[in-house]
């Protein structure tokens, strides 16, 4: 919407750095696990919703593992991505543009 924007790697970076991190939830098909980020009273929930593979369109990992974009692109077919499952959490550099990931966007 007006006002707001995909973050870029260096929001995420300092995002990731200023929270602490909790895996909830079941991890599985059926109970999807989910990260918590939290600081002080603020709490973000980012669901274990899995993703789109680009060459077949088919759902992968969903309830097991989260990739969330950034608007920060890394050469020319990739760009980077917030990734998790349950028990790790990162930023990643290989997110294929063609494939389909979950967006959160941030106030501008």
Known sequence: PSGFVVPTKAQWDALISACTKSYKGGWSSSDYGYLELK???????????????????SLYSAGTSGRYWSSTQNGSSDMYRMSFNSSSMGMGSNGNKRDGFSVRCVRQ
Request: aromatic residues 22%; glycine residues 16%.
């Open 39 to 57: 600081n002080g009273s603020n709490t973000l929930e980012f669901p274990a919703v899995g993703y789109r593979y680009y060459t077949d369109g």
